[in-house]
């Protein structure tokens, strides 16, 4: 299956000694493509599919609601990048990964903050740059490819490389929606 064979290459290359400037580059590189191109790509298919949709709100409104949905996903995707870079000595670009296992900050609330933080952060240009109600088959769409990626290959690639201690972590953290106490 695809999806293991890419769980077996992370793996390999997470073995692999990155330079501080790699991992800055990989950061860059990952920046672009899902803070600017996946954004895109999805505001595109949300007004194919919402095209004959044509309730909004007030521009004003909308405005202030895309602003903070932009603020709440840059807090989550920022955070957890920061997590991955000073405790798992890695980013979230599958070319440069963790080292260790990152189960502090954003982590302890939810497995997937990043994308947490992302279908907000897509859902904010999707209403800055549509209505709200592409804003809201943004936010469906990146949480549907967002699952759909993690379920069929990082966890496999995050059990590859973190056997029991990823599966004990998957026990007791949600998926995906943040768990507002602390255990």
Known sequence: MAGEHWAKRVADLAQRERSGLFQLGALALGATVFLVLFPALMIGIAKLLTGWITFSLPRGIEGLVSALCLGYGLFWIVW????????????????????????????????????????????????????????????????????????????????????????????QVPFLIPRMRRK
């Open 80 to 171: 957890a990048t920061l997590a991955q870079w000073r405790r798992g000595h890695g980013t979230p670009a599958p070319i440069a990964p963790t080292r260790k296992l990152v189960i502090t900050g954003p982590y302890t609330y939810c497995r997937n903050p990043i994308q947490f933080g992302a279908m907000f952060y897509n859902a904010g240009l999707g209403i800055l740059f549509g209505t709200i109600v592409t804003g809201l088959a943004v936010f469906i769409l990146v949480g549907i490819a967002g699952t759909l990626y993690h379920k069929l290959v990082e966890e496999k690639e995050l059990e590859e490389r973190f056997g029991e201690e990823y599966e004990e972590y998957k026990a």
